[in-house]
């Protein structure tokens, strides 16, 4: 009897205990365990941001990195714990990556190892280093490394097409695919490796652990939509082909996507530089024994999460300091890497102070820091025309010492470069395309400015070449005088080798849709990622510190100017005077990307002299970039009833806001688009009516 009695009383101990406890744990599984909340946490194109500092500016930067993405995941786990950790991919080149691949680890694989990364989707960037090398790495990395469609030559996969990850009794397929792209970008280091179609391998993947999972989702090194017109290269297409996915997580493009669907599946995609985490929600349901998403539209769900805030500059999630730690000797290697003199710059500065504020120099006429970058790039190439853009406004390199990071100040991105063969005509066009950069001249205007839809990332400069920009004229008819050094005219069939970047080469003068070419013809490729895909930044230290002998000075070619801009000189300089008292202010975009986007006139001088306040403009730009002149566009008023339009190469929402006479806000309330620069060719639009 008093067993009995014991075993009841410990029998009721027990049954209190678990309720206390499911009472005080957070499971996010029901009692009767009929549903499950799953937690999906993605990440992608990181490049090399282990902790919060740009390398290649020599400087702090909360706006993300691995020990932030930490501090969210582990709060985000402590929400649901029924978690899965995904990276996309892009994760151990740029940001001084590259010095550790011969490291013991990895600093971009030890903060994955830490943080409990569950797969790692390989992208492009990962084979920028060779196979071998990357495959060294990718052995630092205690999760799963997917690569689904890059196969050996004995016929083995470079990395898994799937992981099986099994969270609160339900088991998730995680397939990895990476973009085709990459024989188009590596193929030196792809030689005797097969890359396949990824739809194809995820169809494979699919019929082969559908009966294993209760549900599966992809993460993919793959763009939203097409690049190169490759079919079957976008996340989209995977989408459209594969709808047993609840979820695709897209990587590639640096953009953030969130509760994009396609086909039924949810789509999302990170910012790059460790920026955002993609948080995606699953609701499974258990049915007749199997966990089931009942209805993809509302069970499956998807945020983004920003590390700061981008509008108020706000952290919202501070560096882990414990992984920080165990990541700082690998910092004080970069930092010290960042800061070694590689030489002198004597004479003065690379580029003038801003004769008008808010206007910046390196952007209305020839500096020595262009011509610098053009200069490294014909030497090392030995093209015969070279172009370069000023990424920053306020890109610059100062008289005195030149440390590593200060040619990461004039070149921002750790581009490679592309040497093509264009004919005279072609590089015309390109001018042409580059020069829409500018607003057309008006009578009464006192500044140059630029168009608000064009980035100034987007407005190249040349070297190799003599040529005026006429900016009265408009878009496709600027280019005057165009001559090479010796003052013979380039004529349109001859043919010269032209030096740009990768990003520029790939995006526009060989992407048939680009909108350059009216012919359709385009460059051709003579050699891509040239002197072995040495970053450009990388070459401009090498040219001051061998070629130069660490020595260089401030050197204009006198090959370029703007033309066409007859103003009142007196006005002018009266207007100039103003500005930088800021009594007058130069408009920027409202999202202020782009400065200077309205010209000062004289009537804003008349205002600033009787003291009026003369605040920047909403004005919208004569011209608009990849499109015809805007003399050629009918506008059509939309009908009284709902109109469809079918998206063409070149189109964006603005434009075809202007076609109809609507607000492009409207178009994409209409047919529900968070992000306004997220159309694609053929996809259908409902024009409402205004």
Known sequence: MFKKFKFKNWTSWLIALVMVLGLVTPFNVSAAEKTVDLQILATSDTHGKFVPYEYAINSESKSGS???????????????????????????????????????????????????????????????YGVPTLEKVASQFKGTMLCGNVYKKDGERLGKPYNIVEKAGVKVGIIGMTTPNITRWDSENLKGYRVTDPVEETKKVISEIKDKVDVMIA?????????????????????????????????????????ATYNNVLLVENKNLAQTIAKIDIKLTKKDGKYIVSDKTKDVTSKIIWMMDGKTKKVNYESDKDLEQKLNSYHKVALDDANQIIGELKGGNLVPEDEVKGIPTSQIQETPMINLINEVQMYYTKANVSAAAAFRSNANMKQGKIKKSDASLIYKFDNTLYLL??????????????????????????????????????????????YEIDISKEPGNRITNLRKMDNSLVKDTETLKLIV???????????????????????????????????????????????????????????????????DSAKRKEAVK?????????????????????????????????NKAVKPVDKKPTTKPDSKDSKDK??????????????????????????????????????????VNLIFVGQRLIIPAK
């Open 66 to 128: 691995m020990t932030q993405i930490a501090t969210a995941v582990k709060e985000l786990k402590k929400a649901n714990p029924n978690t899965i950790l995904v990276d996309a991919g892009d994760t151990i080149q740029d940001n001084s990556a590259s010095l550790f691949l011969d490291n013991e680890i990895h600093p971009m694989i030890l903060a994955m190892n830490e943080i409990g990364y569950d797969t790692w989707t390989l992208g492009n960037h990962e084979f920028n």
């Open 219 to 259: 993460v993919v090194h793959m763009s939203e939509g097409e690049e190169y017109g490759n079919k079957n290269s976008s996340a989209v297409s995977l989408a459209n082909a594969c709808p047993e996915l609840v979820a695709i997580v897209a990587a590639h493009e640096h953009k953030a996507v969130d509760e």
């Open 421 to 466: 063969e264009v004919t005279g005509k072609q590089l015309k066009d390109y001018m042409e395309w580059s020069a829409s950069y500018y607003n057309t001249y008006k009578p009464g205007d006192l500044t140059v400015s630029f168009n608000e839809d064009v980035r100034g990332y987007n407005y190249d400069m040349f070297s190799g070449v003599k």
């Open 501 to 567: 970047n990768n990003y520029r080469a790939s995006s526009h003068l060989l992407n048939p849709n680009s909108g350059i070419f009216k012919d359709g013809n385009l460059p051709k490729l003579i050699e891509k990622d040239a002197l072995d895909g040495t970053p450009i930044r990388d070459l401009i230290g090498r040219y001051i510190k061998e070629v130069k002998k660490g020595v260089i000075t401030p050197q204009m070619n006198n090959n370029w100017k703007i033309s066409g801009n007859n103003w």
């Open 578 to 610: 103003l500005i930088n008292e800021d009594k007058i202010k130069v408009p920027q975009s409202k999202d202020a990307r782009t400065p200077n986007v309205a010209s000062i006139t004289e009537k804003d001088l008349e205002n600033g002299k009787n």
């Open 634 to 675: 009918k506008v059509i008023k939309p009908a009284d009833k709902k109109t469809v339009y079918t998206v063409k190469g070149g189109d964006c929402l603005y434009l075809i806001g202007q076609k109809y006479n609507v607000s492009y806000k409207k178009i994409a309330k209409a047919n529900n688009i968070k992000n």
